[in-house]
């Protein structure tokens, strides 16, 4: 039996009695303990740790991210007992300050760096301008209905033209690059509105981890709350009313489409995540298959009443 406890400073590995029996310490330097970090903080093994378990069958670990390593039991009573006096080791706390500020500046650049992070940005950036577009149109509009004379005119109408001709910049941008990172859910449903709920799940990884239901709701969430809270109707879609198929439905098929949207669109970016598989173009003839049927038998019971 072994017990493997990490720290950041180092590895250890512990018998049955609760003795030290092995132990690996990082280098002291704060790239390197930088590094370290950032593997345990992508919830990956460390080498150190792979390497103080290749001769033991049965080892006990309080860290979820050693699974693939050892049983996971964070509550045995060895681990309430630890303690890592960094101190005894030579180490210091302003060497893990020092690392730490290391880690979360590169964590950040590569956050900055990410496709989807850069495409909810931009989405954020065109609300951003659209508001201020409107802003500027209604006083533009009360100056020329009360006729009020400003010097400034003429600059705030030079201003929304930039600014409309910026929020069509992004647009193609978006475009560009959401069909890039997510090509089938692109090809299904649009890429300015795979945009949209790129925004509302957080990151592509959330996005395609969410269940059909929670894809439907996407953005009606203070909806939801305040159904939850003070009773009604609950919210039947959120985001997606935007698409063509449910703008068009009848109020009594919209659910029914939202639903189908939802099924379609959690295999296609589960598709664009996971598996890279092209399934975009079918899933959209099925799509559009299932709405006519839909809308004929619609008619029909319709002719029927």
Not at 115 to 124: E, G, L, M, R, S
Request: glycine residues 4%.
């Amino acid at each position: 039996m072994a017990y493997i406890v990490t720290s950041w400073f180092g590895c250890f590995r512990f018998d049955d009695d609760g003795n030290l029996d092995l132990k690996i310490l990082f280098e002291k330097n704060k790239d390197t303990i930088a590094e370290k970090l950032s593997i345990i903080a992508n919830n990956d093994t460390l080498p150190e740790e792979r390497s103080l378990v290749k001769d033991f069958s049965n080892v006990i670990v309080n860290q979820k991210r050693l699974r693939s390593i050892g049983h996971y039991n964070p509550s045995h009573h060895f681990f309430k007992k630890f303690y890592s006096e960094i101190e005894k080791y030579g180490y210091s706390k302003d060497l893990l300050k020092n690392a730490s500020l290391i880690h979360a500046s590169k964590h950040i650049e590569k956050k900055l760096s990410l496709p989807d992070f850069q495409i909810i940005q931009k989405v954020h950036a065109i609300d951003d301008l659209i508001h201020s577009l409107n802003v500027f149109d209604e006083r533009l509009t009360t100056w020329k209905i009360f006729s009020i004379e400003n010097e400034n005119l003429k600059s705030f109408q030079d201003l929304m033209s930039q600014m409309s001709s910026e929020i069509n910049k992004l647009q193609v941008e978006i475009k560009d690059q959401t069909s890039v990172i997510a090509p089938n859910t692109s090809i299904l449903i649009g890429p300015m509105l795979t945009a949209r709920l790129l925004v509302h799940a957080g990151s592509l990884q959330k996005f395609a981890r969410l269940p059909a239901s929670s894809i439907q709701l996407l953005g009606a969430e203070k909806a939801l709350f305040r159904f939850k809270k003070e009773g009604g109707k609950p919210p039947k879609h959120g985001v997606i009313f935007q698409h063509e198929a449910l703008l068009k439905a009848s109020k009594k098929d919209k659910g029914k489409i939202a639903r189908l949207i939802s099924l379609k669109i959690i295999l296609t970016i589960r598709a664009d995540v996971y598996t890279k598989r092209s399934i975009g173009l079918q899933l959209k003839e099925d799509f559009e298959s299932q709405i006519k049927q839909l809308s004929y038998i619609s008619i029909n019971q319709n002719k029927d009443k």
